[in-house]
């Protein structure tokens, strides 16, 4: 899937020289939590999120420090926090560095510019053009779309069949435990016994079984072993 695929097309846009009130009340009237900043060119040259507007005068947030504090951060950073804290215009607040993907880039791309940069939206473009935004709810509701797309599952497998699609699947992944798992299947009911030294191995076990087709239920006997203390934690199916 393409990051096409999912993107917000109506992109709500501000102009650099809008007033902080007048971004502020477009993200209000639409519901989102930022906007890119396109000149009267239609260039994208930054962006404005509701971050960019927690520290201000107005409310008594902008910042105060010691005057100790002060004198080691010097007089540069201390003007631009006084302009981001009272300016009246989105260009002196916004984010210069535009980070943005094609329309073309698989969705793992835009996920890992979104945590690698540390933001919840990135605008999309299409040579040069922004021709959409894509944000963390776009990648849910193309998350919703897929799920409800998934088909149910197909008539069930015999259970010796089924046992052996889990068994294979657990030894090919890295995470798995390679001895100590048994898998008891029994009208389309997976039971897994045994011991794990990790408590997320429990649950991977869990997820990769209920991925399986033809599993009607999976119950987890498995058993969580602290490598350190010793201490013994059973599993949640087993605890009445």
Not at 146 to 175: M, N, Y
Not at 200 to 216: F, K, T
Request: hydrophobic residues 45%; contains cysteine.
């Amino acid at each position: 899937m393409k990051v096409a695929d999912i993107m917000t097309r109506n992109v709500v846009t501000v102009a650099p020289d809008a007033t902080v009130g007048e971004a502020i009340a477009i993200m209000l009237k639409n519901r989102i939590s930022g906007l890119p900043v396109m000149d009267r060119s239609g260039v994208v040259v930054g962006m404005v999120t509701e971050g960019d507007f927690l520290r201000r005068a107005e409310t008594g947030t902008e910042r105060h420090r010691p005057h100790w504090l002060e004198f080691l951060i010097g007089p540069g950073r201390l003007a631009a926090e006084y302009v981001s804290a009272h300016t009246r215009k989105v260009r002196d607040v916004m984010t210069h560095e535009v980070i943005g993907v094609e329309e073309t880039a698989p969705l793992a791309d835009v996920v890992e510019t979104m945590e690698k940069n540390r933001i919840k939206r990135v605008p999309v473009f299409r040579a040069g053009t922004l021709v959409g935004i894509a944000s963390r709810a776009s990648l849910l509701q193309g998350l919703a779309a897929i799920a409800g797309a998934v088909k149910a599952p197909a008539a069930p497998e015999g259970d010796a069949t089924l046992r052996q699609k889990i068994l294979s699947e657990i030894d090919k992944q890295p995470w798995a435990p390679r001895t100590g798992i048994n898998v008891v299947v029994r009208d389309g009911v997976v039971h897994l016994w045994g011991a794990v030294l990790d408590d997320r191995e429990r649950q991977a076990c869990r997820v990769l079984a209920e991925n399986i087709s033809g599993v009607r239920q999976v119950l987890d006997h498995l058993t969580w072993v602290e490598p350190m203390s010793g201490f013994v934690m059973p599993a949640s199916d087993d605890i009445h």
